[in-house]
């Protein structure tokens, strides 16, 4: 069922349910109109006429009250009685009998006041006629106003159920108009193929629901376009980088598979692929963890000190930057404490100090410092060693991408490692070269907050 005929039902149950409401209402308030107007016309007839005859007496009763039944001014079927009280008997009686009056229940009235039923109408007036008290009872006929709330039931029953079906109809029309925008939103997304990313839907000048959905559309299909354009080039780059050693591998092998050779050059042939494939285990083990990283939405996590992590790491590293002659330099705050997921972290931390270590010349220093700001818990990585040329610094968290002071060793993946596991701790990295030489990684991260940790040590 399409969402146009959704809207039309829905329009059409809720139009019926209105207009039935609004029928009642008007009946139930015509009548309660008519039967008003009656009462009081009959009220004040009758205390006139019970006036009039205290005022002329028995005598002149009968006149009155045969002249009164005659009268169909207020309705058909008039019926006018005169009561003795005490004998509760029928004194004077004019008019149609087929008006039966509602028998006096109980007390008698001290006021006029009417009684009825659902067929007649009478007004009750008491009198002194003759030193005795008397009641007079003048009533008419509900026909005329039944006949008239009928009229009115019929009339609605008829128009009403035409304005439901013309109403119907307009919100159908209404509902294929306010959603032919969708239609044209459908025809135009069923029309861009996975080939061709560029297209974006027209955005309407007016700003309705129509043109902010467009506008989101168009965003996605920006970041699916650049998501795209990012994968082939990641082929395009990974094809390129397992190229080099393999064409290595393969050229070595050919030429020691080519003709006898000594079993020093056999030797030195096998380190040389050795070395090769060392390198495309490295290739092949990073991008295989960045497909990990960029399927992953989140990650496996725990509570940990970072400062802890940054000084384990630091020591695991501390040897290899002595053997180039370069200091190492820790500094912690206590108890940062992260919800991370520790080879992760470790990871990054194992990059950005593999990454400093390449850069920074012997006799230079790398600074490891952990830090918190409020609810940030922040890992520098410095180095002193040469600048990052500031038409590279956009670029250095690119796949495979190696400035052209880079040294030979590496894939280029190690930064982009960094960047995923930062992006799913709910972080970011940075870069930027020191005003004294050297360069900067920052690192932030959410940090737990001092309520959490209290919670969690209860």
């Known amino acids: 069922m399409t969402i146009r005929i959704r809207l039309t039902i829905y329009w059409g149950a809720v139009l019926a349910a209105i207009l039935l409401a609004l029928g009642i209402v008007v009946l139930q308030l015509f009548e309660r109109q008519q039967l008003s107007a009656l009462d009081a016309a ?32 207020i309705g058909p079927g008039r019926r006018v009685r005169l009561i003795d009280a005490d004998g509760r008997g029928v004194a004077i009686d004019y008019g149609d009998i087929h008006t039966v009056p509602p028998p006096l229940a109980g007390d008698l009235p001290a006021q006029p006041t009417i009684i009825g039923d659902e067929s007649f109408r009478f007004a009750v007036a008491p009198l002194i006629l003759a030193g005795r008290l008397d009641y007079l009872e003048s009533g008419v006929n509900l026909g005329l106003v039944r006949n008239s709330v009928d009229s009115l039931r019929n009339s609605l029953a008829l128009i ?17 108009r306010a959603l032919q925008p969708m239609e044209s939103v459908t025809a135009a997304l069923a029309a861009i193929q996975p080939s061709n990313l560029r297209s974006r839907l027209t955005v309407a000048p007016v700003a309705d629901e129509i043109a902010r959905l467009s506008s989101v559309i168009n965003a996605l299909l920006e970041r699916l376009e650049r998501a795209s354009a990012t994968e082939r080039r990641f082929a395009s780059d990974a094809a390129h980088e397992l190229r080099t050693p393999l064409a290595v591998l393969r050229t070595g092998l050919e030429v020691a598979l080519a003709k006898a050779r000594s079993p020093e050059q056999n030797l030195a042939a096998l380190e040389l692929a050795h070395r090769e494939v060392l390198a495309l285990c490295t290739i092949a083990d990073e991008l295989l963890m960045l497909a990990r990283l960029n399927g992953e939405v989140a990650v496996n996590r725990e509570r940990l000190d970072l400062s802890e992590l940054a000084t384990e790491v630091a020591g695991t590293v501390e040897p290899l930057a002595q053997t180039r002659e370069i200091e190492l330099h820790v500094n912690t705050a206590d108890n940062v404490i992260v919800d991370g997921n520790a080879p992760h972290l470790r990871r990054l931390l194992i990059n950005l100090l593999d990454n400093a270590l390449k850069f920074t010349p012997a006799r230079g220093l790398i600074e490891v410092a952990v ?49 995923e596991i930062a992006r799913l701790h709910g972080g970011e990295i940075i870069v930027a070269n020191r005003a004294g030489g050297g360069c900067e990684f920052v690192v932030t991260i959410p940090a737990v907050s001092e309520q959490a940790r209290g919670v969690a040590a209860l």
Not at 47 to 64: F, P, Q, S, V, Y
Not at 402 to 412: I, L
């Open 42 to 73: 009959l009220l004040e007839e009758t205390d006139t006429i019970a006036k009039e005859i205290e005022r002329t007496g028995a005598t002149g009763a009968r006149a009155i009250l045969e002249g009164l039944s005659r009268e169909t001014d």
């Open 371 to 419: 830090a918190r700001n409020e609810d940030l818990a922040t890992l520098r990585v410095t180095n002193s060693g040469p600048e990052i040329p500031a038409e590279e610094l956009p670029f250095v968290f690119d796949r495979f991408f190696r400035g052209a002071s880079a040294p030979g060793e590496g894939s280029g993946l190690g930064l982009s490692l960094c960047e």
């Open 160 to 176: 009403l159920p035409l304005v439901l079906i013309l109403c119907v109809a307009g919100g159908y029309w209404l509902a294929g």
